[in-house]
């Protein structure tokens, strides 16, 4: 059961400050997008270079956590009461977290990554050769896998267990960190890990609408004909941002879940096509190479920061995966934890890591294993390609090489619009959820607080593709990234706390879990911030 919240039960303090952020990052770049350029360039090449041991290390440690809780006794905790039942089939969870967290990524990147990696190769791998061939399908299996999606199930069970076992009654960062933080949560501290979240959701959406808008108007253009300019990228961006709005607006159930079902289904049909038309037997064999590569080089590539060459491979695409997938947490976190209810936490981790990684993986053994075959087998002009034409006109030219090319264009670009649109919603409500005082379980925030973030989502979005260049997004998400992992950390700690304290005879053998009237609720001092500002 969903009921609305009135419009008066608002935090104030921290959404005028994060829409004011909003609007002043994405308006100066808007209007001047060439000084913008300049200096996102440079702010990203310092934080890259000097602090890239610091996302290697944070993605390896928080994979092994994730591991290590799901499989430990604290697994088998139940999030809410023996009679909780879970609000969504498996199908629907599944389909809400891969969708919700994905937007346009696995659709941008699997076309476009066998390009760079086949020119560019890691670990000291010959450019424009069979092995780096290879060694592309690997590294997108090790981008867009288990590590990536570790940073989402890391913040969330900490969020999950203070909503749905502490019965919090608010759906943000701090209240999940409320367990180290004691009183400080509802101090100042305690509204700048809310606003540093809520920065994070945008930068990371932003990131995603900012590569987004320019592909599915470049695919518009070669349907139509219609010309990808930014004044047609600004339109697209209101179509775009009026239908995820109008999801969002519906509500959790009748509005994302539906879209993200119907999200799933064509991308499934979709993908399908183009094994079965297209090299099948090319794919199946590149994704067995690539599980073999995956498994070999795993821990290698996890945490190889290149010190003497400097190719610049790990800050150009393992830390910017990282921070990427680091700034996509805290949404997340707290969208992921507000549908699993009902769950135990090991379902909850499993479920975040392996539908994501295997939902991104569908994409990357289909399109980046077509990627690879027509880069190696010179359907296109690639040397010509990367030196004349933009990432997005890059994709669409390969995509036109697929079979039956004509159907399969209007229906990509249809996926991209309700992938993008599905992240949008999730990450609307979660940010209404922020800023939104008391929200407990089964409640939704106010429908037109939604839609102020939506609207939002938007003009920030306009802002970043105004630059125009890859290095304007990655800093987008680079730059929210660095204080989340602190932020992470101390949210892991108040969640093993709080179990420790509701569960600990778990570390006796042979002992049930405790039922839900013996799990201690949040202190009084949590609850009375509610009332304030």
Known sequence: MSNQKRDLNIKWSVLIPALIVVLGVSIPLAVNPESGTAVVGKIFNFITSNLKSVFLWFGFLATVFCFWISFSKWGNIKLGGPEDKPDFSWFTYCAMIFTSGVAIGVVYWPFLEPVYYTQSPPLFVGANTPLAAEYSGFLSLFHWGITAWAFSALPTFPIAYALHVKKAKSLRLSTACSGVLGSYTESWLGRLIDAIGIFAIIGGVGTSLGLAVPLVMQLISAISGIPNTFGNQIILLIVWTAFFTLAVWTGLKKGIAKVADWNTYLAFAILAFVFVTGPTLFMVNLFTNSV?????????????????????????????????????????????????????????????????????????????????????????????????????????????????????????????????????????????SQCTKE?????????????VWGIALGIYAAGLFAVKGLKAVQLSSIIVALPLIPIFIIMVISGMRWIKEDYGQLLQPNIPVLPKENVKPLPSFIESELNSN
């Open 439 to 451: 929200l407990k379980s089964n409640e939704e925030p106010p429908r037109w607080l939604r839609t």
């Open 292 to 432: 073999g590569l995956t498994i070999t080089e795993f821990f290698r590539m996890s945490l190889w920061s290149d010190p003497v060459s400097k190719s610049g491979f790990p800050e150009g695409w393992t830390v910017f995966y990282w921070a990427w997938d680091a700034a996509y947490g805290p949404l997340m976190g707290l969208f992921v934890a507000r549908i699993s209810k009902g769950r135990t936490i090991r379902e909850m981790v499993m479920a975040t890591i392996f539908a994501g990684a295997i939902g991104c993986w569908l994409f990357f053994v289909v399109f980046g294993g077509y990627g690879v075959y027509a880069v190696y087998n010179k359907l296109f002009d690639l040397a010509g390609m990367v030196e004349k034409l933009s990432p997005a006109a890059i994709i669409v030219e390969v995509m036109k090489t697929l079979p039956l090319s004509q159907i399969v264009l209007p229906l990509v670009m249809i996926m991209c619009f309700l992938f993008v649109a599905t992240t949008l919603n999730a990450s609307a409500y979660t940010l209404a």
